[in-house]
């Protein structure tokens, strides 16, 4: 039975920094699309970052510049840095799991569509 699990968030300052991190069970990351969404209210959930098996990474355009996905093969979790937080990346953060090896359509957008496994969420807050 495989397992996603998020943890890290937290309330935030604008401008701050924030890692939320992503571990599973059953399901090896280094072996599969993984992929970050926020969910803030009242939305769906978006795409913000990705990488797949050759660790090629991809970025919503509002995560650009400021959010980094990375993984630890050997810890088989996967992080997303969140740098100069804005009020817009408040939100509910789910870790994804695709069957996946390779998604280069997330050059253009990272659907949940492609997701099977699901994390609870963790809650990211941003305050002035």
């Known amino acids: 039975q495989v397992r996603v699990m998020e943890s890290g968030g937290d309330s935030v300052q604008t401008g701050g920094s924030l890692k939320l991190s992503c571990s599973t069970s059953g399901y090896t990351v280094e072996h599969h699309c993984m992929a970050w969404f926020r969910q803030g209210s009242g939305t769906g959930r978006e795409g913000v970052a990705g990488?797949?098996?050759?660790?090629?990474?991809y970025y919503s355009q509002s995560a650009k510049g400021r959010f980094t996905i990375s993984r630890d093969n050997e810890a088989n979790v996967i992080y997303l840095q969140i740098d100069r937080a804005q009020p817009e990346d408040a939100g509910v953060y789910y870790c994804g799991g695709s069957h996946l090896y390779y998604c280069y359509d997330w050059n253009r957008e990272i659907p949940a569509t492609d997701i099977t496994y699901w994390g609870q969420g963790t809650q990211v807050t941003v305050s002035s």
């Open positions: 990488m797949d098996q050759t660790g090629s990474k």
